[in-house]
C-alpha cells in the first residue's frame, strides 16, 4: 500500500467521521477502497464499515463503484461479503443504470447458500430495494415467502430468519400487491416455536390483518 500515512489515519479515526470525509475527499475515499485489500483485519473491516455508512448517506457518490461491491458477493470473506449485500442494496436507490435488476438472481441467490447471517442481510435490505425499485415489489416478495423452505443448520435458524421477513414485509407492506398472501404466511408464524418470532407475528397482524 502506497499511501502509508493516509491508512494510518484510516485505523486512528472512527468509521463515521471518516465515512462523511470521505464523500467530500476522492484521495480518503481511495484509500478506503484500498483497504479493503489490507492484509490487517482490522483496517480492512473498519475500511468495509466506512463504505457501509457512505452507501446509507450517500448512495450517490458509491454508485460508481457498484461492481466493486457486486463482485464482493462472491467474496470467501463472510464479512467483506455481508458489507457488500448492505451497500449494494443501498445503492438501489441511486442504480439509474439497472445494474441490480441484471444481479436478481445473485442477490437472492445468497438466500441458498446455507448461512444465516448471509440470508438475514438479504431479507433485512429487502425493503431498501422495494423502496427504490417498486417495481421488484412483487418478485422480492415471491423470494422472502419462500424461505420458509430454505435450507439452514437448524430449525431455529429459519425460524430467526422468518422473524427478519416478517419485520421486512412490515417496512413496505404498503406497496405489497398481494397482501392476502402475505397476511397467510405470517398467520402461519402464530404457531412457530420461537417466542420471539411468534410474538413479531402477532405485532404484524395487529397492525396489518385489517389493511
Known amino acids: 500500500m502506497k499511501n502509508s500515512k493516509l491508512l494510518a489515519e484510516l485505523a486512528r479515526n472512527k468509521p463515521e467521521d471518516l465515512a462523511e470525509r470521505a464523500g467530500r475527499d476522492s484521495v480518503l475515499l481511495a484509500t478506503v477502497f484500498e483497504g479493503i485489500s489490507s492484509s490487517d483485519p482490522k483496517l480492512r473491516f473498519k475500511s468495509a464499515k466506512i463504505l457501509n455508512l457512505m452507501s446509507q448517506k450517500e448512495p450517490g457518490k458509491l454508485y460508481p463503484k457498484i461492481d466493486f461491491f457486486i463482485n464482493l458477493l462472491d467474496s470467501d470473506n463472510s464479512i467483506l461479503k455481508w458489507n457488500a449485500i448492505d451497500v449494494v442494496a443501498n445503492l438501489a436507490s441511486a442504480d439509474v443504470d439497472g445494474r441490480f435488476e441484471g444481479i436478481f438472481g445473485k442477490f437472492y441467490g ?86 420471539a418470532t411468534k410474538t413479531k407475528a402477532e405485532k404484524f397482524l395487529k397492525k396489518h390483518s385489517h389493511s
Not at 159 to 185: M, P, Q, S
Request: hydrophobic share 35%; aromatic share 6%.
Open 110 to 195: 445468497l438466500l441458498q447458500e446455507g448461512s444465516l447471517i448471509t440470508a438475514g442481510h438479504v431479507v433485512a435490505n429487502s425493503w431498501k430495494i422495494v423502496e427504490a425499485k417498486p417495481h421488484l415489489g412483487n418478485r422480492i416478495t415471491e423470494q422472502l415467502l419462500k424461505i420458509e423452505k430454505t435450507k439452514l443448520p437448524t430449525e431455529e435458524c429459519t425460524n430467526i430468519l422468518i422473524g427478519h421477513a416478517i419485520l421486512c414485509f412490515d417496512k413496505y407492506f404498503d406497496k405489497i400487491r398481494n397482501k392476502d398472501e402475505v397476511i397467510t404466511f405470517v398467520k402461519r408464524q402464530m404457531d412457530n416455536s420461537r417466542n
